[in-house]
């Protein structure tokens, strides 16, 4: 195999592991928790963590402001003629809850059994700082990096990345890069690294039923009064149909199907459904008509309705008719499908289903749409590389089902050639209790970071 | 107009009004809402408040425990061959949300432009007081009662009588009464008293679905994992029609149809259509197919979701597929509905639209059954003339479609003549933010009490 790291750079990343797996340590223990606000100045402190960290690597960068948490930006760009690479990772977590399911406390960091357990470790602490390591290891031995490297790290990914769009257009020139990478996401399987090049897109919608200006008696008003949260099923039962088929008008109607080349590759990966079944502990998986559980879940539109509510939802009873009902629906689109497009499509048929005594209101909370990245550039090439590089094996290509708002806006300001990586394992628990990362996909992670960035060193 | 009421009595009413006034008030500051149980002693205090009222009138009487909250009994039977009547009323209410939408704090009564809010005012403290009123006066003025009376209170009303039942078929001795009377309604309108000769029976049933056994990232499995509120949604929506039929098989099956000449009495009683669609803020009123809006609130079986949920119901998104949905669904019962039978084809037919990968449980929470009772009788003739001296207008008969399961444990124990009355205006809120009473009411009602107790006296 050939290698792209320099031996002496390779060396220094074996011999700092325990140096790296402390400052990790240290990270970890910061509970930047984004979506609840009486962390958001432990959420700055991360910030401000990395950003000191940069620095002391000889990055030059701030602290951007946003109407929510700050953007870290920093950047070491010696070069004029070469490639750059924007690294981007978030050093925001999810809330630890349920606390009481977590052995160990979720930022006290703990290493057991190779693996380090705390909130964040994987999703994407640990992950974003394979980066840091790997400069920090180049620096160390060459003092100056093979190329120019930017370094963004938001602190709002795990609540749907809702200021990051407007920075990136308001940065264009600072995010400029020839490619983007990204490791924020796992594996196929232990053993199996992964490229993602797809993602979805998320259109996420509220409807709202309004009955009677009060709730009223289902005695009295029962039978002659239109029900809020009926007139809410039958909407939201004619939004799609048992095959998994979205009922809206013309929802399908830019969906390009999966090509063959690309089914049968997904049918060549592993998929044990017995154990995902068991994992969810679900009796039946139910993909989409024609479709296999990972078409269905990767490569296909699709519906769900995120929550529902209306009317008494206390013990025992409460015989009203409520004033009003509603529903979060959301979208998973893929390439081709606009949101805005899907948005009005979906408001105009949800009022067709509306039935006569009640008012519904729709609006849209939030709006991604899906993305294909190209599979055969150079940087992909490069990438493949440095994963067999630090993993010891080349690795697969799969779409994602999720949808990564921070990636949309990276390709929105120009960067076409987005790698998403993740060092990983599936069974890392992120956003459940127990969460984890192997010290070993730390190390291996570290040495793929470093490739990669000797291999995008050569692109231009 | 012949008077039942010794005028000494009928005065002592009229200059007790303010006394009584602020009996009500102290009553109405114990929030007493059977369904929740962190109020569960506040129910008891209500039910100890009554019992001390009834023993300073020199009742004599006692709390009876059951699984449930105690049941207040009182009697005052100084006769062996003198009628004996029953009042029965609830000291329960329902709960105050949507607490935001009250002017005043639900449990802090207020008295303004004549009336009384607090909820509970109408239903039933104000109106079962009426009659605690009327004997206080009554023993004030003649040291003691023209015929037997038995006071029967019960703690959850509210929630379906689960216990009433069987504590009445347990004391039937205790319970016995030539007739039972309660006042727990309203006219037909402010000017129109109105006597009750028939209930709607109500079926209250929950409906439970689970999905994966704990919530997923619907990006992960959005396609493939079933989703316990859309299979909710099928469900509740496949319930019942836009026409207001109820699609469960069998549902209409053991339904008579409205007799010929009670349509027509109800077709000459006056119904401002306009006016109630202002006063329920909806644009349309929509009754079953083929009947009346008051056909359809009164004498027509039908079917109401009271409540629903699932998910996430917070501001913004979260992007999972929920581990578990639900909803209370009741079912308004006719004569000759049986609520057993109609329970066992609500279950089957749920089960039979649960769609494949979620499990669904089907509870019933509550159940009564319908009641029709003689409109000839004399205790019905003697409730005609105390509602005139007390209201200055003859009642109009109508049946209710609203349930009182203690009615028909009243029926049960054998007692035939039951008095439907109903001293509150349609309009005063009752279920609903901001429920109140007229003192007016109070005062009408207090005398129509009265006049009722001396109108009975003479049946035997």
Same mark, same amino acid.
């Given at each position: ?266 049918? *060549? ?5 017995? $154990?995902? /079944? #068991?994992?969810?502990?679900? !009796?039946? +998986?139910?993909?989409?008509? %024609? ?110 089902? *999720? ?5 949309? $806006?990276? /390709? #929105?300001?120009?960067?076409? !050639?987005? +790698?998403?990586?993740?060092? %990983? ?36």
């Amino acid at each position: 195999m050939e290698h792209y790291i320099p031996r002496p750079v390779l060396a220094h990343i074996e011999d700092s592991q325990d140096a790296y797996a402390k400052k990790l340590i240290d990270f970890l223990k910061i509970p930047s928790i984004s979506t609840l606000p009486a962390y958001s100045g432990d959420v700055r402190r991360a910030a401000e963590w990395l950003l000191k960290e940069a620095e002391r690597l000889g990055f030059k960068g701030a602290l951007y402001e946003t109407p929510g948490h700050p953007v870290m930006y920093a950047g070491l760009c010696p070069y004029k003629d070469a490639p750059t690479l924007l690294v981007y990772g978030h050093y925001d977590v999810q809330p630890p809850d349920p606390v009481d399911q977590w052995c160990t406390p979720p930022f006290t960091p703990v290493i057991r059994d190779g693996n380090i357990f705390a909130r964040g470790a994987t999703d994407d602490k640990g992950q974003l700082l394979t980066f840091f390591n790997a400069i920090e290891s180049i620096l160390a031995m060459e003092g100056k990096p093979p190329l120019n490297i930017k370094i963004v790290m938001e602190g709002e990914e795990e609540i749907g990345s809702p200021n990051f769009m407007s920075f990136a257009s308001g940065h264009r020139e600072l995010l400029n890069a020839d490619v983007a990478a990204l490791s924020d996401g796992s594996k196929y399987r232990d053993d199996m690294p992964m490229i993602c090049y797809g993602l979805r897109g998320l259109l996420y919608m509220q409807i709202d039923v309004y009955g009677p200006s009060h709730d009223v008696h289902s005695g009295l008003y029962g039978g002659a009064v239109a029900n809020p949260a009926m007139a809410l099923s039958w909407i939201l039962g004619g939004l799609k149909d048992a095959r998994g088929k979205v009922l809206i008008p013309g929802f399908y109607d830019s969906v390009h199907d999966i090509e063959p080349w690309e089914r049968e590759e997904m049918a *060549g990966l592993p998929f044990d459904e017995e $154990a995902e /079944k #068991a994992r969810l502990g679900v !009796d039946a +998986l139910v993909p989409e008509e %024609g479709y296999t559980v990972l078409e269905s879940t990767r490569a296909r539109p699709t519906l769900d309705i995120n929550g529902i509510w209306g009317g008494f939802q206390g013990e025992g009873s409460k015989t009203i008719i409520p004033a009003q009902a509603g529903a979060k629906v959301s979208m998973r689109l893929v390439p081709d499908q606009d949101p805005g497009e899907i948005a009005r499509l979906f408001e105009r048929y949800v009022m067709s289903l509306a039935p006569c005594g009640v008012k519904v209101k729709v609006s849209t909370i939030s709006s991604t749409g899906a993305l294909i990245v190209p599979r055969d550039s150079v940087a992909i090439k490069a990438a493949e590389r440095a994963i067999e590089e630090g993993f010891g094996r080349r690795p697969v290509f799969m779409r994602d089902g *999720g949808s990564i708002g921070a990636v949309i $806006a990276l /390709k #929105a300001v120009g960067i076409d !050639d987005i +790698l998403m990586l993740g060092w %990983g394992d599936p069974g890392d628990q992120l956003h459940s209790p127990n969460e984890h990362f192997s010290l070993e996909n730390f190390r291996r992670g570290t040495i793929a970071a470093a490739s990669l960035i000797y291999g995008l060193a050569g692109i231009k």
